[in-house]
């Protein structure tokens, strides 16, 4: 147990918590200010905790691995589609949490509701990186948004390609092009295709 809790005592998990401290009190401090400028203190709550973790966080990324490296030198391989589930599992919780909070000590107050809710759900997303040990700036990296940077088709079969592994337009080893041949008639980009 000691081993567990001293891996996460580092400075990405430091920055896990100024994430969740940064998003928690300017989304609280959004549903106490009055409106419009409740709102305006939300967008800027969401922007100023992505920048806070994003840039005090050192993360180098490997094009050729696809992988971060965080600052104490650990390999992780995270796609951003994993945060938005990771958010939107952290809403249903923090609602269930809060409804039960509230139903068994009977809170009256939506505003202390509101505080409960916003502190659940700004709290497990940076709990799941710290349980982890990985930042949660890797989710604001645009590398984890857009993968490894090659460029990929999706295929009838259902599968992924790579570009590299199509036969387009080359003659090598007696191969035919996709693109000339009449024996590819029935694709659309082929010269012998017609309508």
Same mark, same amino acid.
């Given at each position: 147990?000691?081993?567990?809790?001293?891996?996460?005592?580092?400075?990405?998990?430091? &920055?896990?918590?100024?994430?969740?401290?940064?998003?928690?009190?300017?989304?609280?401090?959004?549903?106490?200010? !009055?409106? !419009?400028?409740?709102?305006?203190?939300?967008?800027?709550?969401?922007?100023?905790?992505?920048?806070?973790?994003?840039?005090?966080?050192?993360?180098?990324?490997?094009?050729?691995?696809?992988?971060?490296?965080?600052?104490?030198?650990?390999?992780?391989?995270?796609?951003?589609?994993?945060?938005?589930?990771?958010?939107?599992?952290?809403?249903?919780?923090?609602?269930?949490?809060?409804?039960?909070?509230?139903?068994?000590?009977?809170?009256?107050?939506?505003?202390?509701?509101?505080?409960?809710?916003?502190?659940?759900?700004?709290?497990?997303?940076?709990?799941?990186?710290?349980?982890?040990?990985?930042?949660?700036?890797?989710?604001?990296?645009?590398?984890? &948004?857009?993968?490894?940077?090659?460029?990929?088709?999706?295929?009838?079969?259902?599968?992924?390609?790579?570009?590299?592994?199509?036969?387009?337009?080359?003659?090598?080893?007696?191969?035919?092009?996709?693109?000339?041949? !009449?024996?590819?008639?029935?694709?659309?980009?082929?010269?012998?295709?017609?309508?």
């Amino acid at each position: 147990m000691q081993s567990f809790i001293k891996e996460r005592l580092n400075k990405d998990n430091f &920055w896990n918590l100024m994430f969740f401290l940064a998003f928690f009190i300017e989304l609280s401090l959004g549903y106490i200010t !009055p409106q !419009p400028f409740g709102g305006i203190i939300f967008w800027f709550a969401i922007i100023g905790a992505i920048l806070l973790v994003k840039y005090n966080s050192h993360l180098i990324f490997d094009k050729e691995k696809s992988e971060f490296t965080t600052s104490e030198g650990n390999k992780i391989q995270k796609a951003g589609l994993l945060f938005i589930w990771l958010l939107i599992i952290s809403f249903f919780l923090s609602a269930g949490i809060v409804g039960l909070i509230t139903e068994w000590v009977s809170i009256k107050s939506s505003l202390l509701e509101q505080l409960l809710f916003a502190f659940f759900f700004t709290l497990l997303p940076p709990l799941y990186c710290i349980i982890k040990n990985f930042p949660i700036a890797v989710y604001f990296k645009k590398e984890a &948004w857009i993968g490894n940077g090659t460029k990929e088709t999706y295929s009838a079969s259902g599968k992924w390609r790579d570009n590299s592994n199509h036969n387009f337009d080359t003659r090598s080893n007696n191969q035919e092009s996709m693109l000339t041949s !009449p024996r590819y008639s029935g694709l659309s980009c082929n010269i012998h295709h017609h309508k």
